[in-house]
């Protein structure tokens, strides 16, 4: 009787389409009935025979192992992670791709513990940084608030700094960095107040603008782009700009609580004169850019992906199982970091081909196989991204079970007989009619005759020396199913009354004879051969049955020999 199971594996955590191995320990080990089964939630697929668990759905996955007697259980906890998360400050985040600009942005505010389901939606507002300004704590829904402003861009504090004196206000001192040089430098990736992930920064105000396609634009307060959509990441559900307020320099925040139709998004660009910053404003009626906002002011941001450095490419499917002779649908990459600049894979099953330019790999597969994992890599100057892809060929789900060839070639003698330069159509019928892949490959066992397959479809076979020749049709489906037809070749034939005739001409008259007696089966192979004695004609009289040899009539009849009359 089994006391206890146990779960194990090298890994608690999987990116969709990864699988990982699970192991089951029983006790006592000398059980007489060690059998147990999987259930597993819908976040990842178990084989029940081995034990490979797959991750199919972004979540934590609880993984159970029961024991055959039912009642001893034991529970294994898997995180499954989208291959397209960031993870940042024990954040997930995904990454969205512009497909104005080809950029990559988080799906959500900085802080924001989800992407936003509605415009007004609490849970992705995120946090409200001061211009510059680290995440240190002053960024929280309920900072302390303090009146004395910062001797450096590195304050070592929590607490939102205020000064309510002016419109013109900073969070530093005087000379501290008046120009807001030193805080451009610091926001971006890496900066000593770097705020986004690795390899993020908060963008400059062209790389927000470029989302809004706007051409040009003039420092003159306000940049009012319409109310209209236009477009951009930021239009879609999952990378919306909440209307989430802002916080002024006062510290309080505005817009939250009732009047939740405003917010600021902060840009590390400078504003015109050098002593306020720029800011992307949105309300319920208007996109707009303001080019002045204080700097004491407790802002949103959102982060975008630096331009520099390696790829990072997610492929479209992370699991194929194709069908042999079908073309499967191509396998595209999305590129979230620098541009590719190569592209490579070690191997591909047969059929199947990359296009080292664009990373795309289509074709049809030609060859079963079982599933086997493939490393995808994309490079630049910078660095390498590798994935890996999965890719099983398998037999088509209505596979040929037999095939049917039809031809109009001449039947004669129970031969299939073609003439030297004749050209017959060749067809190819299937079972069952609702076979998956209804196609076949032709092929001649000698050169006694060709043949073609127009762009439209249709296979034609043509005679070309006599002899005789063997077509094969084998189905393209993986079943290999073969038909086999044989067809005679003749040279100058003659068909007449269900038999083949060749032609010899006398080299003393040049006329033209055929090789042997009227109705004779073959040619002499002696002078007492009695299959080529022919038919006993009486004279002038016509093949009506009277000259078969097995009428049991006699007389003066006599074989017949034709000539052929020439021009």
Not at 53 to 78: P, Q, Y
Not at 545 to 551: F, Y
Request: contains cysteine; glycine residues 8%; hydrophobic residues 35%.
């Amino acid at each position: 009787m089994v006391d206890d199971i146990k779960i194990s594996s090298t890994s608690d955590t999987l990116v969709i389409g990864e699988s990982a191995q699970l192991h089951v320990t029983i006790s006592p080990s000398d059980a007489s009935n060690k059998k147990f089964s999987w259930e597993v939630d819908d976040k990842v697929s178990i084989n029940q025979s081995t034990g490979e668990v797959t991750a199919l759905k972004a979540g934590l996955s609880t993984i159970r192992a029961i024991a055959h007697n039912g009642i001893v259980v034991d529970e294994f906890e898997m995180l499954i992670t989208d291959p397209h998360a960031v993870i940042f400050n024990k954040k997930s985040y995904k990454m969205i791709l512009s497909e104005k600009t080809g950029r990559v942005w988080l799906d959500r505010n900085l802080g924001a513990s989800e992407a936003c389901k509605t415009l007004t939606d609490l849970n992705c507002y995120g946090d409200y940084y001061q211009w510059g300004r680290g995440k240190d704590g002053h960024q929280a829904m309920f900072p302390r608030r303090v009146g004395t402003l910062a001797n450096s861009i590195t304050p070592n504090n929590a607490n939102f700094i205020t000064n309510p004196g002016s419109e013109t206000t900073d969070w530093v001192a005087h000379s501290v960095d008046d120009s807001g040089d030193s805080r451009t430098l610091a926001w971006s990736d890496t900066g000593v107040n770097d705020i986004c992930p690795k390899g993020y920064s908060v963008p400059t105000f062209e790389e927000l603008d470029h989302e809004y396609q706007r051409s040009t634009y003039t420092k003159l307060g306000f940049e009012k782009l319409g109310s209209e959509k236009h477009n951009s990441v930021f239009d879609t559900s999952n990378g919306s700009l909440p209307l989430a307020g802002f916080r002024d320099n006062r510290g309080i925040i505005r817009h939250i609580k009732t009047n939740r139709d405003k917010s600021f998004y902060w840009t590390r660009s400078v504003g015109d004169d050098n002593t306020k910053s720029i800011a992307l404003a949105l309300s319920n009626t208007d996109v707009q850019f303001s080019l002045d906002i204080v700097r004491t002011r407790g802002l949103q941001v959102r982060c975008i992906k630096d331009v520099s450095g390696p790829p990072i490419i997610t492929p479209s499917v992370n699991k194929l199982h194709a069908y042999f002779g079908v073309n499967i649908t191509p396998i595209t990459f999305v590129n979230f970091g620098a541009p590719v600049t190569r592209w490579s894979i070690d191997g591909l099953p047969a059929g199947l081909k990359m296009n080292y330019t664009t990373g795309i790999i289509s074709g049809t597969p030609i060859k079963l196989q079982p599933e086997t994992l493939y490393t995808v890599t994309a490079s630049n100057d910078f660095g390498v991204s590798s994935t890996v892809i999965r890719i099983a060929v398998m037999s088509v789900p209505v596979p040929v079970t037999s095939i049917q060839l039809t031809h109009n070639t001449k039947r004669l003698n129970d031969k299939n007989v073609l003439q030297i330069g004749e050209v017959v159509q060749i067809s190819a019928g299937f079972t069952p009619n609702n076979a998956t892949i209804q196609k076949v490959s032709w092929l001649l066992n000698s050169k006694n005759a060709t043949i073609h397959t127009s762009k439209e479809g249709i296979t034609t076979l043509k005679g070309v020396s006599e002899g005789a020749v063997v077509l094969s049709a084998t189905s393209l489906d993986g079943s290999n199913v073969v038909s086999r037809l044989t067809i005679h070749v003749v040279d100058k034939a003659i068909v007449f009354n269900g038999r083949t005739y060749n032609t010899v001409t006398s080299p003393t008259t040049g006329r033209v004879w055929l090789d042997r007696n009227l109705d004779a089966d073959r040619v002499c192979g002696s002078a007492i051969d009695p299959v080529c004695f022919g038919g006993l004609y009486q004279f002038g009289r016509s093949a009506d049955g009277h000259q078969e040899r097995s009428n049991g009539n006699s007389g003066l009849a006599r074989t017949v020999t034709s000539i052929v009359q020439v021009q």
